[in-house]
């Protein structure tokens, strides 16, 4: 207990970022190539960090840039220093790869610790931990935190679904860690065994991977959970831990003794007004190994305004609402694929899977097709008014009109990984 700093001031929490962006940018540009380039290139010295307000001069930096020192592009420290790696897989390219020194080590443990203290975890909690290992930042993240706040780690990974029930079963685990989908497969799982009985979850933690209300929901009713909490992170901020929900469930906490958020417009790249979406770049105040000056996450969110009713001081930002990546222009306005889950998420009659379909007409207009399933307990006789009521949605909320054709229930391609929403015929490419 007591891993969540108490009672810092707005005006300590400023000392802490100013003294911390001062060392990180010094450190960086003492040690790094590829910081010295970025920033030559922009015409930026360590001199030129004076206030907070200067890290708006700072030069980005991106995942492509990950990619021009591979294997170790940020190292900072000497070899000797450094004692792990973890990486991540890139959708494009090469992996990325970050270095830890054992300090950066002890600050995730401490960064992690915090979460399972904000989610109401105590030492006798036992925390099944069904997230990868190895490479990965997931298992190891997991663990680590587990140890450090001192309740015990039941460190499953991914194996298969009867042991994973055999040993929520035998351990009388009372914390779930996993990915969404993870957690429903495991949720049908024990309801299909009759199990419910025989476990004794009251928590479950999820990590990477953006899902709906509907399926959380689902989730926790087939496991008889009521604490479900959304945890953030990526390799290049240590791994997860960056961020949990609270009790409240209004929005992610996220440290800012240890990292700088802003939220920009991903297409001009400034700042966007307080309280609206944008894209998440970070700086790390502390990390060693290898530090982050405004890294471009293309994570999209928000910072939520305003004080949380439980009463923490740490800032919230909202739950990742996709990537900027996966955005896309039509008729002149830009789309994220998240806004049409918003639209169709709390309608009655709509499954779960949907495709997003782009096409260039003769007429040299743009036309937007969204194929949507019919849910289970819907009937066609309602296709008519469901799809004139999705069109009515997009019109108010999008400002666009776009055919909706309803399919039947699992019409649409099932997949292990990511599902493909988006097909841009236009340029015959499709994101
Ligand atoms: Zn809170």
Redesign the pocket.
């Known amino acids: 207990m007591g891993f969540i700093p108490q009672n810092l001031t707005r005006e300590a929490i400023k000392k802490i970022q100013l003294d911390g962006l001062r060392w990180t940018v010094n450190h960086a540009l003492a040690n790094s190539s590829l910081y010295q380039r970025n920033f030559a290139k922009a015409g930026i010295t360590a001199q030129d960090v004076r206030s907070l307000d200067d890290l708006q001069n700072l030069p980005f930096l991106d995942k492509h840039d990950l990619q021009a020192d591979y294997p170790m592009p940020l190292k900072s420290v000497s070899d000797e220093a450094v004692v792990r790696i973890h990486g991540s897989s890139g959708t494009t390219g090469k992996r990325k790869v970050m270095c830890y020194t054992q300090k950066d080590i002890d600050v995730w443990a401490d960064m992690f610790a915090r979460c399972y203290e904000l989610s109401g975890m105590t030492r006798q909690d036992r925390v099944h931990i069904a997230v990868g290992y190895g490479l990965w930042t997931a298992g190891a993240g997991f663990q680590l935190g587990c140890e450090r706040f001192g309740a015990m780690a039941v460190p499953m990974g991914p194996v298969n679904t009867d042991m994973h029930v055999e040993m929520l079963v035998d351990m009388q685990s009372t914390v779930f860690c996993s990915t969404a989908s993870m957690a429903l497969l495991m949720a049908e799982e024990v309801k299909k065994r009759g199990l419910l009985s025989k476990i004794k979850l009251n928590k479950i933690i999820l990590g990477a991977e953006r899902h709906s209300d509907a399926m959380r929901n689902h989730i926790g009713e087939l496991l008889g959970v009521d604490e479900i909490y959304d945890i953030y992170g990526l390799t290049e901020v240590y791994g997860p831990g960056a961020g949990l929900d609270?009790t409240?469930h209004e929005g992610i906490?996220f440290w800012d003794d240890l990292f700088i958020y802003e939220i920009i417009d991903p297409v001009t790249l400034k700042p966007v007004a307080d309280g609206e979406v944008g894209e998440l770049v970070i700086t790390s105040l502390k990390k060693e190994a290898s530090p982050l000056i405004r890294y471009r996450t293309h994570d999209m969110t928000r910072i939520i305004p305003g004080d949380?009713p439980?009463g923490?001081s740490f800032p919230r930002h909202d739950r990742i609402q996709g990537r900027s990546d996966d955005m896309f222009i039509y008729r002149a306005v830009n789309i994220y694929p998240n806004q049409i889950d918003l639209i169709l998420d709390p309608m009655d009659g709509v499954g779960s899977e949907y495709q997003i379909v782009l096409d260039h007409q003769e007429n040299g207009r743009d036309m937007m097709t969204l194929k949507v399933e019919r849910s289970d307990s819907a009937s066609t006789n309602d296709d008519t008014a469901l799809s004139a009521m999705i069109s009515d949605r997009l019109r108010r909320k999008l400002l666009v009109r776009a055919a909706v054709e309803i399919l039947d229930p699992e019409a649409l391609p099932r997949t292990q990984k990511k599902s493909q929403r988006v097909f841009d015929n236009r340029n015959g490419n499709s994101s």
Do not use: Q
């Open positions: 609270c409240a906490h949380c439980c923490l």
